[in-house]
């Protein structure tokens, strides 16, 4: 799948301000015809749109509760992976270049329920991508690139996003995730899937 969108010269001006400000409306920024994962021409992040009805991989959930209140990331993970890449992980069991995966952070809500006390998802804080390209990242570990939309302390999203520091992510994910810098050993929707075809979503036949 090609990943490279390149945004014309009628764009950049427009371009320009909207990067300057998260606030911009998600109409006005500038998205290639075709492909998940959308750069602008100073290789930013489009922010991806649509992406509940991609397909659902799982909910990690680290709580302050159980981590002396000090968790890193205390929030539910809403994790969807896009459907061209989920096709080719059925036939491969492999990510295949231009997989984009987004985590959507919700806030840990009520902790009971008529079903007796749990963690339950309470509001949506933030979100955040990765992306595997080689001609984005041809230096990167897998060729994985990470971003983050999030606004601290609101619930605005950023229109687009530079990739983060390689320390900011990076070194966490190249030494504890279980395949390919994404935590498979979280996710029993990849791991199911890996390599079986239609039986790997759930199918009979």
């Known amino acids: 799948m090609n990943t490279t969108n390149t945004i014309y010269s009628g764009s950049a001006a427009l371009l320009l301000c909207l990067s300057m400000s998260p606030f911009a409306s998600a109409e006005n920024v500038p998205q ?4 998940y994962a959308n750069f602008t021409s100073a290789g930013e992040l489009v922010r991806p749109l649509g992406y509940r009805e991609w397909i659902f991989i799982g909910t990690p959930l680290t709580p302050n509760d159980m981590n002396n209140g000090k968790a890193s990331f ?17 036939k491969t069991g492999g990510f295949p270049d ?4 987004v985590k959507e952070l919700v806030s ?4 009971q329920a008529a079903s007796g006390n749990g963690y339950f998802q309470g509001e949506y804080i933030g979100l955040e991508a990765s ?18 939309f999030t606004v601290e302390i609101s619930q605005a999203l950023r229109k687009i996003a530079a990739a983060q520091p390689g320390e900011n992510c990076m070194g966490c994910h190249q030494s ?3 395949q390919d810098q994404v935590f498979t050993q979280h996710y029993p929707v990849l791991r199911a899937a890996a390599g079986k075809g239609s039986a790997g979503a759930g199918r009979l036949d």
């Not at 539910?76 to 059925?90: L, Q, T």
Request: aromatic share 16%; hydrophobic share 35%; no cysteine.
């Open 32 to 35: 290639a015809s075709s492909g």
């Open 98 to 101: 231009g997989t984009l995966i």
């Open 108 to 111: 840990v809500g009520s902790k």
């Open 176 to 178: 504890k995730a279980a």
């Open 74 to 90: 205390p929030e539910f993970h809403n994790v969807y992976i896009d459907p061209a890449s989920w096709a080719d992980w059925k």
């Open 131 to 148: 992306v595997k390209s080689k001609q984005h990242f041809p230096d990167t570990p897998g060729h994985w690139g990470f971003f983050r």
